[in-house]
């Protein structure tokens, strides 16, 4: 019998790994709809603090006694846990039925009347904050779950029980459990095959996340256009249409300098999704007019005549290049350092050469260790990267607060843009930046 969150309502609901960034919101969201939740996390954080002030039971670290001792409890868990998890053990003891966290979130919306799931191998979390704010702008209450920290507002919130806007990970193939009103799909590329299966496996999962999807939008690519082909309700977004001067009709000139490129994409997918959903084109476009950004998503954190500091959390060669060609024509008088940190070694070995060759865009490059993400070594590293980027990278490596000196020693008499690029813990570097210019 398929499981529903409604058949745990008079129970618990129990996450191990609950202060991370993809489960304290779904805790939170569960927490606010009424439901028990209990957690545990070898780390505490501000998550977690939240989560106890809505009234869930949080516990530091791991162990059996942090199971509930009830009738009907469901355990859900992140990917850095492992079957050896005294928790999960205990679980399996008092056979309570354990599911992922993206078994979860499919869970979760379907009590929802319309879920709106924004799959894709880049810009989700962009998509599902823009989709979100211009629907609260416009008065139109949505729950949702987004995968980043919103610069300004809600990541997470329960919402009326209708529309709920989530994001959906492909990296696990959860996504393909999903059963959407309304499904988005920015692209479709390979980033994540080493995870499911093989490439065609990950094909197959968003070929089936799409056909679970009652209408169903998405960018026109060669990848997507085979997989979404027969899809009888679809809207094919042209990516030439989108960079089309005209196209953003009430957008101001300065929104649409900022977003060329990707971000045009991100923004086009957002509004379709809005107007399907029942709002004005004009009152959609002018409330992305104050969309507030994503933390880590081409956030400026300084801006002097003499210094710039951006971060952006593209990792994958795709999202790299297209950020790098943003800055580099957003700030075409500075001489352009790039502080790079690649993200798991399975990502560094799939896109080597793609990786050396995008990195030779900036000016210089410093590249930092690899963010393993529960991967420990491999035979290609940051520092053989560095070594075939050619003379303009290096590779770099201590305590980030040991880095600022380098990093920030001026190159020539052109202005310094200082680009913080990676998906892993690199934003730590930033406050250590900022500090050693005060």
Known sequence: MTLQISDFKDGFVHFIGCGGAGMAPLALILAERGFKVSGSDLELSDKTEELRRKGAEIFHGHAANHIPSVKKCLIVY????????????????????????????????????????????????????????VLRECGIECGAMIGGKVNSGLSAAAGNGDIFVTEVDESDGTHALMNSFLGLVTNVEDDHCWSVGGTEQLFRNFSDFASKSRRLIYVAHPNSDRLFAGHADALRLEPDKILAPGYFKYLSPDRQQEWKGYQSQNA????????????????????????????RRMTCHLNTPSLTVMEDY???????????????????????????????????????????????????????????????????????LAKQTGLSACFISGDWKDMPGVLLKPADSRPLLLAIVGAGDIEQLIPHILSAVK
């Not at 492992?82 to 078994?103: H, L, T, W, Y």
């Not at 879920?115 to 979100?132: C, D, E, F, Q, R």
């Not at 590249?367 to 035979?379: D, H, L, Y």
Request: proline share 6%; aromatic share 8%; net charge neutral.
């Open 314 to 384: 593209a990792h994958h060669p795709t999202e790299l290049a297209a950020a790098l060609e943003s800055l580099r024509e957003r700030f075409p008088e500075h001489h352009f350092r790039v502080v790079f940190q690649p993200h798991r070694y399975a990502r560094l070995r799939q896109y080597f050469d793609d990786f050396t060759r995008i990195l030779r865009i900036p000016d210089s490059v410093f590249i930092t260790p690899v963010f393993a993400a529960w991967v420990e070594k491999s035979e290609l590293g940051s520092e053989e």
């Open 78 to 133: 992140s990917s850095a846990v492992k079957s050896d998890n005294p928790e999960m053990i205990q679980a399996a003891k008092a056979g309570f039925p354990c599911v992922r966290r993206g078994e979860m979130l499919a869970m979760l919306a379907a009590a929802y009347r319309r879920p709106v799931a924004i799959s894709g191998s880049h810009g989700k979390t962009t998509v599902t904050a823009m989709l979100v704010h």
């Open 268 to 295: 086009a997918i957002a509004l379709a999704a809005a107007i399907k959903l029942g709002v004005a084109p004009e009152a959609a476009e002018r409330a992305l007019e104050t969309f507030p950004g994503v933390s």
